[in-house]
């Protein structure tokens, strides 16, 4: 069995979070709670990870979303391909930030924040 390593969330990923979590939506504040002392792990079980990450037993009241995913983001990378953001809630708590590149072609540079559409569902 393979040992799972969590770390806390590097600049580029509290600053992903911050801006999904800026517009107001049901579950915002507490999941802004979440994340002040949270754990993550890089997901590398995807083949095909941008660099999404997994949290650790996230603390924190929980989160009433009405959807798994209640925001995402659309920006673009470095090489201007389509990004898509999304931040998944499971159990009223945050569970993954996974980033994907809509083409499927390998992800060249960070997605752009200053750029990036917020969409709450």
């Given at each position: 069995?393979?040992?799972?390593?969590y770390?806390?969330?590097?600049?580029?990923?509290?600053?992903?979070?911050?801006?999904?979590?800026?517009?107001?939506?049901?579950?915002?504040?507490?999941?802004?709670?979440?994340?002040?002392?949270?754990?993550?792990?890089?997901?590398?079980?995807?083949?095909?990870?941008?660099?999404?990450?997994?949290?650790?037993?996230?603390?924190g009241?929980?989160?009433?979303?009405?959807?798994?995913?209640?925001?995402?983001?659309?920006?673009?990378?470095?090489?201007?391909?389509?990004?898509?953001?999304?931040l998944?809630?499971?159990?009223?708590?945050?569970d993954?930030?996974?980033?994907?590149?809509?083409?499927?072609?390998?992800?060249?540079?960070s997605?752009?924040?200053?750029?990036?559409?917020?969409?709450?569902?």
């Open positions: 069995m393979i040992k799972k390593t770390r806390k969330l590097n600049e580029f990923e509290v600053q992903v979070l911050q801006k999904l979590l800026e517009c107001p939506f049901p579950g915002r504040d507490e999941l802004r709670q979440q994340i002040k002392n949270c754990k993550v792990r890089t997901l590398t079980e995807y083949k095909d990870n941008y660099g999404s990450i997994e949290f650790e037993d996230v603390l009241e929980e989160a009433i979303v009405k959807e798994r995913v209640p925001v995402e983001g659309r920006t673009k990378d470095g090489g201007g391909g389509p990004i898509l953001i999304l998944h809630i499971i159990k009223g708590k945050i993954e930030l996974e980033f994907v590149r809509m083409d499927g072609a390998p992800m060249q540079g997605p752009n924040i200053d750029t990036m559409e917020v969409i709450i569902r």
